[in-house]
């Protein structure tokens, strides 16, 4: 990911009164340093994911042996891999967000909407983690197991769980920092910021 543009993501004006909103700010840019090496990690066993699975598509097909066990990797795996992805989306900005609505309202009005939205996210955020979290536990105390290969499946659903619940301060962080633009009036955050960044750049340049 480009720093530079995750920067202006996360930026905010600075103002004598914007303290709290620009240590929100620095400590999202912070954990978005940290949370693109878990992301790197999560693609690159989507990446091994990715060829096991071909490799087992032309095993069928031409050798009639598909690899044993892939299923089961494939099963365990996964969660965790999706779940990598999502602190960097949150800290990066990446989820989708409509600001139609906020737009059309005065800077607090739609500071006021954003604000709104993002305590909605914390709570879906909450809620799928405690899920997550309480299926986890369930399948360690049945000590579920995988179909072929017999392996635990707890330990990575566990993973899945962590990953899912370091989205909660990220995203109390991202709330902390709506809360200091709305009282400070700031106009709402672009909704392509990455095109914005290449604009300045480009500004630069020349």
Same mark, same amino acid.
């Given at each position: 990911?480009?720093?530079? $543009? %995750? %920067?202006?993501? #996360?930026?905010?004006? +600075? /103002?004598?009164?914007?303290?709290?909103?620009?240590?929100?700010? /620095?400590?999202?840019?912070?954990?978005?340093? @940290?949370? =693109?090496?878990?992301?790197?990690?999560?693609?690159?066993?989507?990446?091994?994911?990715?060829?096991?699975?071909?490799?087992?598509?032309?095993?069928?097909?031409?050798?009639?042996?598909?690899?044993?066990?892939?299923?089961?990797?494939?099963? +365990?795996?996964?969660?965790?891999?999706?779940?990598? *992805?999502?602190?960097?989306?949150?800290?990066? $900005?990446?989820?989708?967000? +409509?600001?139609?609505?906020?737009?059309?309202?005065?800077?607090?009005?739609?500071?006021?909407? !954003?604000?709104?939205? @993002?305590? +909605?996210?914390?709570?879906?955020?909450?809620?799928?983690?405690?899920? #997550?979290?309480?299926?986890?536990?369930?399948?360690?105390?049945?000590?579920?197991?995988?179909?072929?290969?017999?392996?635990?499946?707890?330990?990575?659903?566990?993973?899945?769980?962590?990953?899912? %619940?370091? *989205?909660?301060?990220?995203? *109390?962080?991202?709330?902390? !920092?709506?809360?200091?633009?709305?009282?400070?009036?700031?106009?709402?955050?672009?909704?392509?910021? =990455?095109?914005?960044?290449?604009? !300045?750049?480009?500004?630069?340049?020349?």
């Amino acid at each position: 990911m480009n720093r530079g $543009r %995750a %920067a202006q993501c #996360v930026a905010l004006p +600075i /103002s004598s009164h914007g303290d709290v909103g620009m240590s929100a700010s /620095s400590l999202i840019l912070r954990l978005l340093k @940290q949370s =693109e090496g878990v992301a790197a990690v999560g693609l690159l066993g989507l990446l091994a994911l990715s060829v096991a699975t071909f490799a087992d598509v032309i095993m069928r097909g031409v050798f009639n042996e598909p690899i044993y066990g892939l299923s089961d990797l494939v099963e +365990i795996v996964t969660p965790p891999i999706v779940a990598s *992805c999502f602190p960097v989306a949150l800290a990066a $900005r990446q989820n989708i967000t +409509i600001r139609f609505l906020g737009r059309a309202l005065p800077p607090r009005g739609g500071q006021a909407i !954003e604000l709104f939205g @993002q305590i +909605i996210v914390l709570l879906v955020l909450i809620g799928i983690t405690w899920r #997550v979290g309480d299926y986890a536990y369930d399948i360690f105390r049945n000590d579920q197991v995988t179909w072929l290969l017999h392996l635990p499946a707890w330990p990575t659903w566990f993973l899945t769980t962590l990953l899912l %619940a370091l *989205c909660v301060p990220m995203q *109390c962080l991202i709330l902390a !920092e709506n809360v200091q633009n709305l009282r400070l009036g700031n106009p709402l955050m672009s909704d392509h910021p =990455e095109f914005d960044g290449d604009v !300045e750049t480009t500004k630069n340049v020349q």
